[in-house]
């Protein structure tokens, strides 16, 4: 099993929010903040996407992945199951 690590860090003044799909959760990070964001590749399939949007960023991961966030070595998040689509 692989684990791919990023840092992500919030230089903006302001706070800023990242969404997180497809769990449809969000964080809201404060200002001059620096998170690590941890995936274990269970398949090969794992990506991690990040995009830019008006409201914030959003982190594209897989349900397939094991998906971590962590704000000085302390664990903030940690994905589930996504829920079934209805």
């Given amino acids: 099993m692989t684990t791919t690590r990023l840092r992500f860090s919030n230089s903006r003044s302001t706070p800023l929010r990242l969404f997180l799909e497809p769990w449809a ?3 809201d990070l404060e200002s001059n903040i ?4 941890e ?3 269970i ?3 794992c990506r991690l996407e990040i995009e830019t949007v008006d409201e914030g960023v959003v982190l594209y991961g897989n349900v397939d992945c094991k998906l971590r966030i962590k704000r ?12 079934a689509a209805s």
């Avoid at 620096?34 to 964001?37: A, E």
């Avoid at 000085?72 to 829920?83: F, H, K, M, R, T």
């Fill in 25 to 27: 959760e969000e964080l």
């Fill in 34 to 37: 620096t998170i690590s964001i």
């Fill in 39 to 41: 995936q274990e590749q």
């Fill in 43 to 45: 398949t090969e399939d």
């Fill in 72 to 83: 000085d070595n302390e664990l903030i998040w940690e994905s589930y199951d996504a829920p």
